[in-house]
């Protein structure tokens, strides 16, 4: 008569038990690396775009009062980690608060209400042609021209130098890009007069 081994079917039960634990685990383990590669390379990817995004700007290197006191000239550079922008993708908004409290404003594109050197250029590069580029290269300064407006000239906003020098107000001129940033530049005009600066 043959004896069972009780213990045996015991050991070999739990060793069935273990390996397919074993294979449960091993499976387990490695979906989860692939998920966690998954997210991290999406992670890289927002990381990424968020930090060109964030690192594009546009800043102010100066204003002044140009030809018949109702305009302004900006000098502006854009740096960009990221790619170049369209101009009539960026706009902006050129505004004042008047003594009785009226809001007076103007907006756009940087390629319109233009008052530049010649017709219907608005935005040129600094130390190029003057003409209106498609787009914003990065590290490049450009002149912006805007027409402020005035009593007499009232097109305009009416937030041109002269019309804040003569109330002695602040004008805001705005730019915005086209993923959500923008750079904001007060103007006083302290004295008044063609090429005087009003930051």
């Known amino acids: 008569m043959e004896k069972q ?16 634990v074993m ?12 998920q966690l590669e998954v997210i991290a390379e999406n992670t890289e990817s927002i990381v990424a775009t968020t930090s060109k995004e964030a690192h594009t700007q546009v800043v102010f290197v100066g204003a002044w009062v140009a030809d018949a006191y109702d305009d302004y000239l900006f000098m502006i550079e854009y740096q ?3 790619k170049e922008v369209e ?31 010649v017709p219907n250029v ?8 003057i003409e209106e580029p498609d787009s914003l290269v990065s590290g490049k300064r450009y002149f912006i021209g805007v027409d402020g407006g005035t009593d007499a000239n009232p097109g ?20 915005f890009l086209p993923f959500g940033g923008h750079t904001t530049q007060e103007l006083r005009a302290i004295t008044l007069g063609p090429g005087e600066s009003v930051t």
């Open 5 to 20: 081994d009780t213990f045996g079917q015991v050991g070999l039960g739990a060793m069935i038990v273990f390996v397919g």
């Open 122 to 129: 608005a935005i040129w590069e600094v130390g190029g042609e």
């Open 80 to 82: 960009s980690l990221g």
């Open 156 to 175: 305009g906003a009416q937030c041109g130098p002269e019309f804040i020098h003569d109330r002695g107000i602040v004008a805001y001129y705005t730019i």
């Open 87 to 117: 101009v009539e993708d960026v706009g902006f908004v050129l505004w004042c608060v008047d003594i009785t409290g009226t809001l007076h404003r103007i907006t756009g594109e940087l390629g319109s209400w233009g008052s530049g050197p």
């Open 23 to 34: 294979v449960a685990i091993v499976s387990s383990a490695s979906v989860m690396i692939y």
